[in-house]
């Protein structure tokens, strides 16, 4: 195996343990119980554990080695973002409403219709990146950069930090998800806001109670 496959191995490996709880907040993790594990030498492990701390997941010090960071997608943290997604969302159809600004549908049935693609192939991570896009180029309305970086982020630590049990989340509920989506898509193009925000918080809310099931 090529130096390269061993840094990825290595990386893989320890952000799963990171993921799945293995390796929890405050832990060093181990480079020699890793390197013996794998079957490699300490070197990529060392290399995978530099990258990881560029991501966030753990720190480095020089006299304690790699400690974890408090970094996963928890399960209060993914209801923070939704929370934080609905206020987002009705932020930005009050600015539509009040702005008088031109709703463009098709871009919105276009993720549609990849997010049913997804779906149907079994691709839960392509699924759950075309819902992030659909957010992302919603929140495009509300012409705030701050929004905007904060949702991209979000985004970003959903799709890399989550554990699979929530990652998942989206496309279990995928088909209810899509409903819902296509229901907003064409209440947005009637005009009809308060519907609109009221199918957001129900959407909130259902996946805050499915998050706990």
Known sequence: MEKQNYEKKSYETIKEKILNGQL????RVPENVIAKELGISRT???RALMMLETEGFLTIESNRGAIVCESKVTVGKFIEMLEMLELFTIKTMDK???????????IFYRRLEAMEASFKLGDNIAFVEENWQIIFDFMGYLGNTYAANTVRKMGIDFLTRAPKEILLI???NGVFLMEQLLKLNELLQHKDFDE???TVRDLVNY???KTFR
Not at 24 to 27: A, F, H, I, P, S
Not at 96 to 104: D, L, M, T, W
């Open 96 to 106: 539509i409403n009040n702005k008088g600004i031109s709703y463009e549908p098709k």
């Open 170 to 172: 989206p496309f279990h």
């Open 196 to 198: 609109a925000k009221a």
């Open 207 to 209: 996946f805050i109670i």
């Open 24 to 27: 929890r907040t405050g832990d």
């Open 44 to 46: 990529p492990v060392r």
